[in-house]
């Protein structure tokens, strides 16, 4: 099942010591309250760094806080069964689990004698857990080929080749692989792959093949339609980060022209397809964060909230916009006006809303032809104001300046 409110649980260099995982868990009761039904997680295995490491940089994909290993048995977040507690406390709050999957590039391994390369390389890999053991063979360039079908990532000594037999089988293909450990014995729900503009998108199908859940690859790229393709290229199984909204967000927002939000992003070519996000670990440009995300609380799209944003910014404007995205952001989208300041669009499902963009240092209004018949519209942010729409749907809606206001029934 499609989540559909999403939490990032982790922002770039969360406490360390070994307390994140208690952290979450004693806060997944109060996120499922407000209407988050999923949260995902940092990379949960040992990496290079060991306890100091954010998991974006793997080494044991079967140590996830249980061997003394890279100078502690605790990652960053914690031991493997606190991860497990923390897995169990979020489902017995109706939240699912997103694994963060990094399975481009490696790091930590020791100095070995590599053919390919004529000189030595960091390729050697002998982990604790004793699973998945990797050489020279494992990464590019090898026997197979030269490179894999993404774009270069920047790791390219220890960037993994899928096509090799025994990195398929230790990360999703044999009963004991990561994936089906992680799916049947964790209890991940799903996963988000992490650079996957830079190796083939047939990973992440045969991945989803083997073992299902709902997941979505993290591809860099301002292109919807590059990320059409890679969604069609996963057998329409995973879905992608939308980063061209995001980017049209950031222009229409800071960049003060409303303009930009028409036609934006996958959300308007595959939005059952597009996660929509306003700030990540990686991305965090957005000053005007709250039209953001009240853009992508009330469009198309799975929206993913960023930790920081909900926990350390504006938590009630959040918590209402997801109450509005959970029960009347519904059906398709029709944008009704478009300007450079002002931007109104409804949701045409039932009840649906409008909202209204205003850009502008002065309120502003505008009558406006919707849906609705007969009713008086109410704000639903906390403006107080009603507005009667006449029998033809015509109403007079109002915003105030650099905000936005909704309407619904
Ligand atoms: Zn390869």
């Avoid at 559909?4 to 982790?10: D, G, H, N, S």
């Avoid at 999923?38 to 249980?66: R, T």
């Avoid at 980017?247 to 059952?272: E, K, T, W």
């Avoid at 910014?313 to 059906?331: F, M, P, Y």
Wanted: aromatic share 12%; proline share 4%; with cysteine.
């Amino acid at each position: 099942m499609q989540a559909r409110v999403i939490l990032q649980a982790f922002y770039w260099d969360v406490p360390g010591g070994g307390v994140w995982w208690n952290t979450l868990a004693s806060q997944v009761e109060e996120w499922s309250a407000m209407g988050i039904d999923a949260i995902w997680l940092p990379p949960a295995q040992k990496s290079q760094g060991g306890a100091l490491s954010m998991g974006y940089n793997p080494y044991d994909y079967f140590d996830l806080g249980k061997y003394d290993q890279l100078g502690s048995v605790k990652t960053r977040f914690g031991s493997e069964q606190e991860l497990r507690r923390l897995i169990q406390k979020a489902h017995a709050a109706k939240l699912q689990v997103y694994a963060d999957i990094v399975i481009n590039h490696n790091s930590g391994g020791a100095l070995e004698y590599n053919p390919w390369r004529g000189q030595n390389t960091w390729t050697k890999f002998t982990p604790a857990s004793g699973k998945f053991p990797r050489d020279k063979k494992s990464f590019h360039p090898n026997s197979i080929h030269n490179s894999d079908e993404g774009v270069a990532s920047g790791y390219e000594q220890t960037d993994l080749c899928h096509k090799e037999a025994e990195v398929q089988d230790w990360l999703w293909k044999r009963p004991d692989s990561m994936a089906h450990w992680m799916k049947q014995d964790l209890g991940f729900d799903g996963w988000r792959f992490d650079y996957a503009h830079a190796f083939g998108a047939w990973v992440v199908k045969s991945w989803l093949t083997e073992v299902g859940g709902f997941a979505w690859g993290d591809n860099w790229t301002g292109d919807k339609w590059m990320l059409n393709s890679w969604i069609d290229a996963t057998g329409e199984k995973a879905s992608a980060l939308d980063y061209p909204l995001y980017y049209a967000l950031d222009n229409a927002f800071d960049g003060n022209n409303l303009q930009n939000l028409n036609d934006a992003g996958l959300i308007s070519i595959r939005p059952d397809k597009a996660v929509t996000f306003v700030a990540n670990h990686d991305s965090d440009a957005i000053a005007n964060k709250m039209q953001a995300y009240a853009f992508i609380l009330t469009h198309e799209g799975t929206p993913c909230i960023f930790y920081r944003d909900l926990e350390s910014g504006e938590k009630d404007r959040l918590k209402k916009l997801i109450n509005i995205h959970n029960t009347r952001a519904k059906g398709t989208t029709s944008v009704l006006y478009s300007g450079v300041d002002e931007y109104i669009a409804q949701r045409n499902g039932k009840p649906g809303l409008v909202i209204y963009f205003n850009q502008s240092n002065q309120w502003k209004s505008r009558q406006i032809q919707t849906k609705y018949r007969s009713v008086t519209l109410k704000e639903l942010t906390g403006t107080g104001i009603t507005s009667p729409a006449d029998s033809q749907g015509r109403v007079l809606l109002k915003a105030p300046p650099r905000s936005y206001a909704i309407y619904s029934l």
